[in-house]
């Protein structure tokens, strides 16, 4: 697959020699911006009031120089690889943090908040960053870059960046399926409907915001997810039907909606990055990628989805090498995996960029 995906990119490179950059040639976007929840988040919990941080031990364990970022995994992200993938020696930084201002803001920069959702009954539930409110730093990132290189090349890095949004997986893990009242409101499809209906908002201010290449995530395979199978597989360790089921009824959704979107805006690239296949399939025939545990997670977590589904601080129960876990706690994947799904991402993400 990784022979697949650099033939792509080189393909790609030997059709664009101009992409109207503020930045070096060498990339096949202007910027990677990056909005959702802990898929995606690379360290802005780190400067919120909240519980749900990956900023310590053993997060990180194999990242550079070892250092637990706020990345809810061991190493990178798939958006760290497809940055890597577009050309980019340096990974755009959390919107939040003191270091993203000047030149590092150029390269792009992530909003994304680890327990955000759709919802914002989700994003208050973990003292998340909502999705309105990314958009609102989003628009305070695009003064910054103004008063930076001024408002042409501003523009130029606005149109041409790669933009990537993921949430939902919280919507449905750590509220809906764990609170009874919502779920006496709402069927799963009428949650799903909701949750649509945000999206589509999301979508629309990002498009009105200057974003023309955008990439969305869809919903992973629920009932695979190692706090899943925990909780709700009765004993057993395969994957539980009906939570996958759920997904795909929003994925099917979410994928009406984004063709709606492309037909309706004018100039707008917009494509789903399916990551419920890959995942599916690394969970179910993990040997074929050389994966060896799909069921756990690498590290010792908490006992149920409402107490935790991430690594207990400094846990000695973790496994020696995580390349052979699909998953590094109970909902997130290891590195490892995530260079599965970058390559989807990077396969889907051809239309955007060509």
């Known amino acids: 697959m990784e022979g697949c995906t650099n033939f792509i990119v080189a393909l790609i490179f030997l059709g664009m020699i101009n992409i109207g950059s503020a930045q070096s040639s060498t990339t096949l976007v202007t910027a990677v911006l990056t909005f959702g929840d802990s898929t995606m988040d690379v360290g802005n919990n780190n400067y919120l009031a909240s519980d749900f941080k990956a900023n310590f031990p053993p997060y990180g364990r194999d990242f550079e120089n070892h250092t637990a970022t706020g990345r809810f995994c061991n190493g990178k992200l798939p958006t760290d690889i497809t940055a890597e993938t577009l050309g980019f020696k340096t990974y755009p930084l959390p919107y939040l943090s003191p270091q993203a201002k000047g030149k590092n803001l150029l390269i792009g920069a992530s909003f994304a908040s680890g327990g955000s959702g759709y919802s914002d009954q989700t994003t208050k539930l973990y003292h998340a960053i909502s999705l309105s409110q990314q958009l609102e730093y989003f628009k305070e990132y695009q003064s910054k ?43 799963v499809d009428a949650f799903s409907e909701l949750l649509i209906e945000e999206s589509s908002k999301f979508l629309k201010g990002l498009y009105s915001l200057g974003a023309r290449r955008i990439g969305v995530t869809s919903l992973s395979p629920l009932g695979c997810l190692p706090a899943i199978i925990r909780v709700f597989g009765h004993g057993r360790k395969t994957c539980v039907t009906r939570f996958n089921e759920d997904a795909l009824t929003f994925n099917r959704k979410l994928n009406h909606t984004v063709l709606a ?39 010792m977590t908490g006992a149920s989805v409402k107490t935790s589904v991430l690594c207990k601080s400094k846990s000695v129960r973790t496994c020696s090498n995580a390349t052979s876990y ?22 889907a993400g051809v239309s955007l960029i060509s």
């Open 326 to 347: 699909v998953f590094w706690d109970t909902v997130h994947p290891s590195e490892a995996a995530n260079k599965v799904i970058a390559d989807s991402l990077v396969m």
């Open 261 to 299: 979107l492309s037909k309706q805006y004018r100039g707008i690239k917009l494509a789903i990055f399916d990551i419920y296949q890959p995942i599916y399939d690394l969970v179910t025939a993990p040997s074929k990628q050389g994966f060896i545990e799909a069921k756990r997670g690498c590290c």
């Open 145 to 187: 870059l103004v008063r930076l290189v001024g408002r042409r090349k501003a523009n130029n890095i606005i149109q041409g960046a790669l933009y990537i949004v993921g949430t939902g997986t919280g919507d449905f893990v750590q509220n809906y399926y764990i609170n009874s009242d919502l779920r006496k409101l709402y069927s």
